[in-house]
T-cell receptor
Framework: DGGITQSPKYLFRKEGQNVTLSCEQN?????MYWYRQDPGQGLRLIYY???????QKGDIAEGYSVSREKKESFPLTVTSAQKNPTAFYLC????????????FGSGTRLTVV | DAKTTQPPSMDCAEGRAANLPCNHS???????VYWYRQIHSQGPQYIIH???NNETNEMASLIITEDRKSSTLILPHATLRDTAVYYC???????????????FGKGTHLIIQP
């Protein structure tokens, strides 16, 4: 079955360390997205990519970095510059037009101690 | 994108229809209404979308008022598994219009009571 996979589901890191979250899709979708969700809040867009080798900052890109070397993969690195990295991170993909809906992964819960 | 307003929470009895309202009074002519839901600690799930006609699929029905300033998502026979946060989003729906990311507010927390 086609889908979008995020790994790991839970991640613990020490303060000051960079950490990379994985996102892979086999839906042949052009566009991919990273969102952050804090308890009781909606989703906030971190980065998005409409096509391979291209990506754009979302609303809260500071302290994060991404790459899009392959259509299937859109990893997110949470750097030590991110002041409050503990959150639930969600990856999504779409055909590039919102008419088809977004497909979301099951998320990675990052805890920085 | 037009702003949406949803009640923070709602209750519904199991087996009854759940009607979730959304106000979008500043919606423009080329903006669609989209609904997603998020079950606790999972990724959001697309439910339905529409422009001005009412829409129905296997999950839900979407009723949009004639002036398009508000809409209602209807879950016809709610089950306990429908307990989730429901997001109403307004967005241009033409090609590429969604490629730069949807904006998710706080949504409505729907609780289905047994």
């Amino acid at each position: 079955d086609g889908g979008i996979t995020q790994s790991p589901k839970y991640l613990f890191r020490k303060e000051g360390q960079n950490v990379t979250l994985s996102c892979e899709q086999n839906l042949n979708h052009d566009a991919m997205y990273w969102y952050r969700q804090d308890p009781g809040q909606g989703l906030r867009l971190i980065y998005y990519s409409q096509i391979v080798n291209d990506f754009q900052k979302g609303d809260i890109a500071e302290g994060y970095s991404v790459s899009r070397e392959k259509k299937e993969s859109f990893p997110l690195t949470v750097t030590s510059a991110q002041k409050n990295p503990t959150a639930f991170y969600l990856c999504a993909s779409s055909r590039g037009t919102v008419n088809y809906g977004y497909t979301f992964g099951s998320g990675t819960r990052l805890t920085v101690v | 994108d037009a702003k949406t307003t949803q009640p923070p929470s709602m209750d519904c009895a199991e087996g009854r229809a759940a009607n979730l309202p959304c106000n979008h009074s500043t919606i423009s002519g080329n903006e669609y209404v989209y609904w997603y839901r998020q079950i606790h600690s999972q990724g959001p799930q697309y439910i339905i979308h529409g422009l001005k006609n009412n829409e129905t699929n296997e999950m839900a029905s979407l009723i949009i008022t004639e002036d398009r300033k508000s809409s209602t998502l209807i879950l016809p026979h709610a089950t306990l598994r429908d307990t989730a946060v429901y997001y109403c989003i307004v967005r241009v729906g033409n090609s590429g219009g969604g490629a730069d990311g949807l904006t998710f507010g706080k949504g409505t927390h729907l609780i289905i009571q047994p």
